[in-house]
């Protein structure tokens, strides 16, 4: 355990030390310049191994995670409450209120506390118990609200964890200035928000795959690899990268399949789960599994 934590910190150090102003980390360097490989990744998404239409009340889904063995938990975008999806049963089992109606665009589940992203950057924790949903409007007392403080106005669509650094990872879909997307990363041990690595919109238009801006609206920690994976419902498109944030794949989604894709998660044995809202009709969740 103590080898764990030494781990921890020191990747916290290396990654926050090195988005300090003038020092530039080697993974972000433009690859715009180069040659680009597109990385084939170990799903074949053109093939999910299961398909959820969702219930109404997730058509606007907007986020997702693993919560326990064969659930998952949601948002959607219009009120402040998780609903606990059960994969077997395909139905809502369980459901939480914690705010008033906002725009909620991500949900994480780690060590027991539920966090809840708004749009504009503000987190809600919550522990939550199955069975004991509460159903009261506005949340409870239970409740905290985390106040960010991000930098300028933004737009964040993107809310991930990652358990080496201990961080909640946010992604931003627009913000201030440049087209580039900024990764911010929220350590749950020191309380302190970083900002991690740029997302720069060459990177992403060297390999070639449509002129539209990547605008996360999704991050998720792959459980295996610790690749990150982050979804453009913008361009519809998913994309990995390291930690410092170089590209190191770009696929093409299906939109018939995953029209407004926002939402995703891994599961342990890293199964893919990715969710996309309805397009006028019912929210939609797929899983691919992943190659031996």
Same mark, same amino acid.
């Given at each position: ?40 990744? /170990? ?11 969702? /219930? ?12 326990? /063995? ?66 009261i409007i506005g949340g ?79 991050i998720a920690v792959h ?10 419902a913008a361009s519809n498109? #998913? ?17 018939? #399949?995953? /029209? ?11 199964? #893919? ?11 939609? #969740? ?7």
């Amino acid at each position: 355990m103590r080898n764990r934590i030494t781990l921890a910190s020191l990747l916290l150090l290396t990654l926050f030390s090195a988005c300090k102003p003038g020092k530039k980390k080697t993974d972000e360097a433009d690859q715009s310049t180069s040659t680009v490989v597109n990385e084939p990744i /170990p799903y074949d998404l053109a093939n999910p191994a299961q398909t959820h239409k969702l /219930p109404s009340d997730l058509r606007e889904i907007s986020g997702l995670s693993y919560y326990k /063995p064969g659930r998952l938990a949601c948002v959607q975008d219009e009120v402040g409450m998780v609903f606990i999806y059960d994969l077997a049963k395909k139905a809502v089992v369980d459901n939480h209120v914690f705010g008033p109606k906002g725009d909620f665009e991500g949900v994480e589940y780690v060590n027991k506390t539920l966090y809840a992203l708004r749009s504009d950057g503000e987190l809600y924790a919550f522990e939550h118990e199955d069975g004991n949903g509460i159903k009261i409007i506005g949340g409870g007392p239970q409740t905290r609200h985390i106040k960010i403080d991000l930098p300028g106005k933004n737009d964040m669509e993107g809310l991930g964890y990652d358990p080496q650094l201990n961080a909640l990872l946010l992604a931003t879909k627009d913000g201030p200035g440049s087209d580039d997307k900024k990764i911010y990363f929220y350590s749950l041990k020191n309380k302190t928000l970083f900002q991690g690595f740029i997302l720069k919109q060459a990177n992403v238009a060297a390999f070639g795959l449509g002129d539209k801006k990547f605008k996360p609206s999704g991050i998720a920690v792959h459980p295996q690899t610790h690749d990150y994976y982050l979804l453009s419902a913008a361009s519809n498109q #998913l994309l990995v990268c390291t930690v410092q944030g170089k590209v190191k794949s770009v696929i093409k989604l299906d939109k018939d #399949l995953l /029209p407004q894709a926002e939402g995703i998660c891994f599961l342990p044995d890293g199964t #893919l789960c990715i969710s996309s809202e309805g397009d006028g009709k019912k929210g939609i #969740l797929v899983l691919y599994n992943m190659k031996s």
